[in-house]
């Protein structure tokens, strides 16, 4: 009898203690699960938006996916970064400094230059590219030879964009005989055409770009390069990202600039302008 006793006692000591070992065990399991949840929903997520032009700088892959030169720049920077998950969105180029002033988007990357305007209500990053402008001309412009013909001559460009800033400081300069500037919502591949046939005299461009359009579509376009004191009177040529002023506006900007200069002295930034125009074009880190 005794021994019937201890026997079912010895069972129901074993079930006790394997039911607690699967509750602690299950405990573990949610409460790892819990941490590892907490950990990702502890994440600052980041909406960068982007028009998917001019290309290389950015633009839509052959699986719909935005890919480009600015772009591969932001996902090295913010892989230097955990605390942020990030995202990318595609809308038009107007559309970036709406969402950036409604705080749709925290960051903008599309080929920005830096003007006082924008200097206004965004922040800056530090530069994220050197540009190398070059001037577009139909091959059989006998008009302009040197940077000095621009005077009095047409050109179009997509308003806000690096070539607009750089001319229209041009024409700050030249206020006696500006470049009339035609603005326009057309792509680059357009813009250039109509420059090849004519309808406009010139176009202000990144030289690795344009040897890129040239190659791809079979542009009949010669250049003209700049003196150092032709771009000295369009500004400085740096691209650079655009963020928006909200609550964290500063902490991210602090951060993104301090991952921006890692990844360019780790040659990283290097590797990626040598990936889209087959030359360095990394702007000195900070």
Same mark, same amino acid.
């Given at each position: 009898?005794?021994?019937?006793?201890?026997?079912?006692?010895?069972?129901?000591?074993?079930?006790?203690?394997?039911?607690?070992?699967?509750?602690?065990?299950?405990?573990?399991?949610?409460?790892?699960?819990?941490?590892?949840?907490?950990?990702?929903?502890?994440?600052?997520?980041?909406?960068?938006?982007?028009?998917?032009?001019?290309?290389?700088?950015?633009?839509?892959?052959?699986?719909?996916?935005?890919?480009?030169?600015?772009?591969?720049?932001?996902?090295?920077?913010?892989?230097?970064?955990?605390?942020?998950?990030?995202?990318?969105?595609?809308?038009?180029?107007?559309?970036?400094?709406?969402?950036?002033?409604?705080?749709?988007?925290?960051?903008?990357?599309?080929?920005?230059?830096?003007?006082?305007?924008?200097?206004?209500?965004?922040?800056?990053?530090?530069?994220?590219?050197?540009?190398?402008?070059?001037?577009?001309?139909?091959?059989?412009?006998?008009?302009?030879?040197?940077?000095?013909?621009?005077?009095?001559?047409?050109?179009?460009?997509?308003?806000?964009?690096?070539? #607009?800033?750089? !001319?229209?400081? /041009?024409?700050?300069? %030249?206020?006696? &005989?500006?470049? =009339? $500037?035609?603005?326009?919502?057309? @792509?680059?591949?357009?813009?250039?055409?109509?420059?090849?046939?004519?309808?406009?005299?010139?176009?202000?461009?990144? #030289?690795?770009? !344009?040897?890129? /359009?040239?190659?791809? %579509?079979?542009? &009949?376009?010669? =250049? $003209?390069?700049?003196?150092?004191? @032709?771009?000295?009177?369009?500004?400085?040529?740096?691209?650079?990202?655009?963020?928006?002023?909200?609550?964290?506006?500063?902490?991210?900007?602090?951060?993104?600039?301090?991952?921006?200069?890692?990844?360019?002295?780790?040659?990283?930034?290097?590797?990626?302008?040598?990936?889209?125009?087959?030359?360095?074009?990394?702007?000195?880190?900070?």
């Amino acid at each position: 009898m005794k021994k019937k006793i201890s026997k079912k006692i010895g069972i129901l000591i074993t079930v006790i203690l394997t039911l607690a070992f699967t509750v602690v065990g299950c405990g573990q399991k949610n409460d790892t699960s819990a941490s590892k949840s907490g950990t990702e929903d502890s994440k600052k997520k980041i909406i960068i938006a982007t028009g998917g032009a001019p290309k290389p700088f950015s633009y839509v892959d052959s699986n719909n996916n935005v890919t480009g030169y600015d772009i591969d720049v932001v996902k090295a920077v913010f892989e230097k970064l955990p605390q942020y998950e990030i995202s990318f969105e595609k809308t038009e180029f107007a559309s970036i400094f709406a969402g950036l002033d409604s705080g749709r988007y925290q960051i903008g990357a599309n080929n920005f230059a830096m003007n006082e305007k924008r200097k206004e209500k965004y922040i800056y990053s530090d530069a994220i590219f050197k540009n190398q402008y070059v001037i577009a001309l139909a091959s059989n412009n006998k008009d302009i030879n040197s940077f000095n013909d621009l005077l009095g001559k047409k050109t179009e460009v997509t308003s806000g964009t690096n070539y #607009a800033t750089a !001319l229209e400081n /041009y024409n700050k300069n %030249h206020s006696d &005989k500006p470049v =009339t $500037i035609n603005y326009t919502d057309a @792509d680059l591949i357009s813009i250039l055409q109509r420059v090849e046939s004519g309808q406009f005299d010139f176009q202000l461009i990144d #030289a690795a770009m !344009l040897k890129g /359009y040239i190659e791809e %579509h079979g542009l &009949k376009l010669k =250049t $003209i390069q700049l003196s150092k004191e @032709d771009s000295d009177l369009i500004g400085t040529p740096y691209s650079y990202l655009l963020i928006g002023k909200g609550a964290d506006g500063e902490t991210l900007s602090k951060d993104v600039n301090k991952a921006l200069s890692e990844v360019i002295s780790e040659g990283k930034v290097k590797e990626i302008s040598e990936k889209y125009f087959k030359e360095d074009f990394t702007p000195k880190s900070n």
